[in-house]
């Protein structure tokens, strides 16, 4: 790659990370170094890209102009790499992943020991912690997400939807009764998930059984946990009701003694998903190997929808 190219590919990621400081740690350069490169390719160009404050840059005209054709640029050269890398025998390399601490274990674990059994010359290292990882400034390669992206700066692969589902286990039905409205529901105990701004203690239903018309209901949370195997725990043991994704459920919900509640009314996903998430760079053969890799294991539609018969009818 020239000199120039290099430059090129140092503005796309200073505008699309949003900051100096976090496209310097991206490339583990400092930031006096990278401003140097920017200068320099400015020079070379002969036109200014951005205008710079103390704190903040904006792109000008000739910036956004350069910008649009950098990005095709970057484009077609990955493209060109992914087929050079196509024709590489098997990954290679280290892989630094970062995920939940339940989908790690659950779900990437099987993935991270089958994948090494088959390139022993890969090395893993997997991070697994429920508060949110900075991907960049902890140089990690790869990073899985269950949520709602908020991260603009971040490539993101979908690799499933969400399955909401309300349950309870068959003791609390036994002692509090059936809901039948989620008015009846959200005047019981629940077991909330919350973890550092994180918080699921609202639900998103319809008003009435299989409408249209969507409305927030607060859950009472007798109880919040930042751990998604000791909330399902809970649940069992008949501490409250809780809002869960299908994949918190590691077997079918028949052994697990729950039950899905409020099943006519339509529950929003809330524009919430799973994503494989990775810097701006260019996507590494061992990198793409290991999302495949993950998206083959669970799926697609992923198998634990399995866990609850008929879901597809559910909750619409």
């Given at each position: ?205 319809t008003e009435f059984p299989h409408g249209e018309q969507y409305k927030n209901y607060q859950m009472r949370g007798n109880y919040h946990i930042s751990d998604v195997r000791s909330l399902m725990s809970a649940v069992q043991s008949g501490i409250g009701y809780a809002m869960v994704d299908l994949f918190n459920l590691d077997q ?14 339509g529950l929003s996903t809330m524009d919430t998903g799973i994503y494989a998430v990775y810097p701006h760079r260019k996507q590494t053969l061992l990198v793409s190997e290991f999302i495949k890799a993950v998206q083959e294991y669970i799926g697609t539609p992923p198998f634990w929808l399995d866990h609850l018969p008929d879901y ?5």
């Amino acid at each position: 790659m020239s000199s120039t190219t290099k430059q090129l590919a140092l503005f796309l990621d200073v505008v699309q990370q949003g900051s100096f400081t976090k496209a310097a740690t991206l490339h583990d350069m400092d930031n006096s170094l990278l401003s140097k490169q920017i200068k320099k390719l400015e020079t070379e160009l002969g036109v200014q890209l951005l205008n710079r404050s103390t704190r903040s840059f904006s792109l000008t005209s000739a910036g956004e102009e350069i910008l649009e054709q950098t990005q095709n640029l970057m484009e077609t050269l990955t493209q060109i790499q992914n087929i050079a890398d196509s024709y590489q025998s098997e990954p290679k390399g280290i892989i630094r992943i970062t995920s939940g601490i339940y989908f790690g274990q659950e779900y990437l674990q099987p993935v991270v020991t089958a994948f090494m059994k088959r390139y022993p010359d890969v090395k893993v290292t997997l991070n697994l912690d429920d508060k949110l990882t900075d991907i960049i400034t902890d140089h990690f390669d790869l990073a899985f997400r269950v949520g709602k992206l908020t991260e603009s700066n971040l490539i993101a692969k979908k690799i499933a939807k969400t399955h909401f589902a309300i349950v309870a286990s068959e003791a609390f039905i036994a002692e509090h009764g059936m809901p039948t409205t989620p008015e009846e529901l959200v005047q019981l105990p629940a077991v909330v998930y919350s973890n550092g701004n994180v918080s699921l203690d609202q639900m998103r239903l319809t008003e009435f059984p299989h409408g249209e018309q969507y409305k927030n209901y607060q859950m009472r949370g007798n109880y919040h946990i930042s751990d998604v195997r000791s909330l399902m725990s809970a649940v069992q043991s008949g501490i409250g009701y809780a809002m869960v994704d299908l994949f918190n459920l590691d077997q079918p919900i028949a052994e697990t003694k729950l039950v899905p509640l409020l099943t006519d009314y339509g529950l929003s996903t809330m524009d919430t998903g799973i994503y494989a998430v990775y810097p701006h760079r260019k996507q590494t053969l061992l990198v793409s190997e290991f999302i495949k890799a993950v998206q083959e294991y669970i799926g697609t539609p992923p198998f634990w929808l399995d866990h609850l018969p008929d879901y597809k009818h559910l909750y619409k």
